[in-house]
């Protein structure tokens, strides 16, 4: 592997060439931000205090899953632990849950109807595990949860009219408001404070403080579009609201990214990270990282400076070599775009898991 993911000996010594000489390059130029002072931004000072922008963290892909018995496709094959334990155990830090509106049932939490398997059946099930964990370690540098919302009825019919007629999106908001408390949730308000805009914050004041936010949470809707669109039109400016969007850069919420691919979008993460913005991406998709034993996606992820990476195997499975760590995360680290030079990953957070 090209990052070490384990202590195991044996493991390591299984490790190709290529490993050893990228581990080398790594200590003597920097590369993967271990210490070097090359590739971080001018925002970057050794009189800058921590802010939220200043760390890289590891992050989980439908967080809640379980793979079903019988699995369609090599894409559902994976299983996460519950959402306390990633946090707790597996040094995650980033969440993603898929929230559908049930007219039964309220908002329930899986994949699809051929792939069922969750964790935390409810998304107030979601949100009160992980609220349990936060509430025992405060010390907790932010976790950001993405909430990608799902309908059904969008498939055939107008996106727009049917978010509107289900009521999805302001469920997800009263839910989020109902059992997340506000004075533990990093909101567009905090981050905006007296700027006309957010983007104007971001890109001028900078994000809160690290220390400032300790023990809460970021809120991002994972949805574009329509959908994105018609939850900024509910919340104009995103003032009052209490997720942040995937917003267009030239728009006024810009604040988050998603960028999938860190290989072909390496040097646009990078940009947007120095410019300010916060950006996830993703280290592996649908097994075939996994299966290859290829972590250059996640190199890539981790030279990009992107804030989150996101994976399916963020813990060692039996029968793969393949998993996630950050290198030398305690378990986050000081990105390596965007952190000042004097940051060290225990500044991030000391919880070694």
Known sequence: MIISFSNNPSRMRKQSALVVAMMAMASLTGCLGLGSDEGKGDMASENDPLRINHIQMKGTHNSYHVEPLISPTREYMYTHQPLDFQASQQGVRQFEIDVWWDIREGLRVYHNQYDSGTTCPTFESCLSTLLSWSNDNPLHHPVFIWVEPKDWPEQAADVTTTLELSGLLEDIEQEIAQFWPLNKTITPDIVRGES??????????????????????????????????????????????????????????????SLSDPIGDGEEISRLVNEGYIVRSRADSGGEEADNNDTTRLVAALESGAHSISTDYPAQVEGLEYWVEIPDGTPSRCNPISSPDWCASVDIEDKVP
């Open 196 to 257: 006309a805009s957010l983007k104007d914050a971001i890109t001028t004041d900078g994000w809160p403080l690290l220390e400032d936010s300790r023990g809460k949470a970021i809120f991002v809707l994972l949805a574009r579009g329509e959908s994105r669109d018609l939850y900024v039109q509910n919340h104009p400016g995103l003032v009052g609201a209490r997720m942040f969007t995937l917003s267009e850069e030239t728009s006024n919420e810009a604040a988050i990214f």
